[in-house]
């Protein structure tokens, strides 16, 4: 986090008085998390006057890169992305370059070249997520228990930490294994969908699901209860996000886990891109602080939960 970042050669200055533009190419509407991070880049622009020109990708990175394009073309002061996957943007971010408009990473980061092609991200650790399951996990589970894993979408910064750091905790407990891990596409009609199938393949082998992400555990729960058993009590389930949702179930029981993944970027993005776009220095990586939830706390919480 000590890295900061590489600001454009000849950036580019406001004028006075002039309305901020900026474009956010958001991945999708994929989950309830999705929604409450959309909503907080939109109303923060709106509380803020800011002209925010918005794309929702529907999960497609060219749909994403298109975007990033027209907001090129469009003559924003800045583009903020939040990447359906890691690989593939060292093209277009060099055109941003050249066309002097900083690019703002927030909730997944990205593989590429040269990393002062993006001014800075922002969002949240997601090994560290993986890691804090693993953990509460090997407590309650006492170590062992055959697990099924839901994944999130392929190619995503969140799916690829979340899976290695679950399965780096893991190698500590040789009695917890994974048999089986598929993605549901961080959807909850995906997480129901993989699970039914898991229940098919291996019945009551199943001791724990673990979910990349509350939308598919939830899904997961569903598929649990329609073939006659009780997600939290008869199956564990752990999952990410923190979304109000997933936080009364594990209050309720239904969920036994949730490690949080904040998605209210909205003032932290501004904040941010107005410091970059004044010539400011920022750092390279700016996480937000993530909280786990289980049946200690989960109640105590909920009332006070934003999304």
Same mark, same amino acid.
């Given at each position: 986090m000590a890295a900061v970042a590489v600001l454009l050669a000849a950036p580019v200055v406001r004028a006075a008085g002039k309305t901020l533009k900026i474009g956010f190419a958001q991945t999708g509407a994929e989950s309830a998390w999705r929604t409450a991070n959309s909503e907080s880049m939109k109303s923060e622009a709106a509380k803020r006057g800011i002209d925010l020109k918005f794309s929702d990708g529907q999960g497609k990175q060219e749909n994403q890169i298109r975007a990033v394009r027209s907001f090129i073309t469009q003559g924003v002061d800045a583009i903020v992305i939040a990447p359906i996957v890691e690989t593939g943007w060292d093209p277009v971010l060099r055109e941003a370059r050249r066309a002097k408009i900083p690019v703002i990473l927030t909730d997944r980061t990205i593989q590429t070249s040269d990393d002062s092609l993006y001014a800075c991200f922002i969002g949240s650790d997601f090994y560290e997520e993986g890691r804090m399951a693993a953990d509460w996990l090997a407590k309650r589970a006492g170590g062992k228990g055959s697990i099924v894993e839901l994944q999130g979408t392929p190619g995503s910064a969140p799916?690829?930490?979340?899976?290695?750091?679950?399965?780096?905790?893991?190698?500590?407990? %040789?009695?917890?294994?994974?048999?089986?891990?598929?993605?549901?596409?961080? !959807?909850?009609?995906?997480?129901?969908?993989?699970? !039914?199938?898991?229940?098919?393949?291996?019945?009551?082998?199943?001791?724990?699901?673990?979910?990349?992400?509350?939308?598919?555990?939830?899904?997961?729960?569903?598929?649990?209860?329609?073939?006659?058993?009780? %997600?939290?009590?008869?199956?564990?389930?752990?999952?990410?996000?923190?979304?109000? !949702?997933?936080?009364?179930?594990?209050?309720?029981?239904?969920?036994?886990?949730?490690?949080?993944?904040? %998605?209210?970027?909205? %003032?932290?993005?501004?904040?941010?891109?107005?410091?970059?776009?004044?010539? !400011?220095?920022?750092?390279?990586?700016?996480?937000?602080?993530?909280?786990l939830f289980d049946d200690t706390n989960a109640a105590k919480v909920l009332p006070t939960r934003q999304y």
């Open positions: 799916a690829n930490e979340r899976r290695k750091a679950f399965a780096d905790g893991l190698a500590k407990y %040789p009695g917890l294994k994974i048999i089986d891990s598929q993605s549901g596409n961080f !959807e909850r009609s995906g997480g129901k969908q993989v699970m !039914e199938a898991f229940l098919k393949k291996h019945g009551k082998a199943i001791a724990i699901v673990y979910a990349h992400n509350d939308d598919m555990a939830l899904g997961a729960a569903q598929a649990i209860e329609e073939a006659g058993l009780k %997600p939290g009590k008869d199956i564990i389930m752990v999952s990410i996000d923190a979304i109000k !949702e997933a936080v009364a179930a594990v209050a309720a029981g239904r969920l036994n886990c949730t490690v949080e993944c904040n %998605p209210l970027f909205g %003032p932290k993005v501004f904040d941010t891109a107005k410091k970059i776009l004044a010539g !400011e220095k920022v750092p390279k990586k700016m996480y937000n602080k993530d909280e």
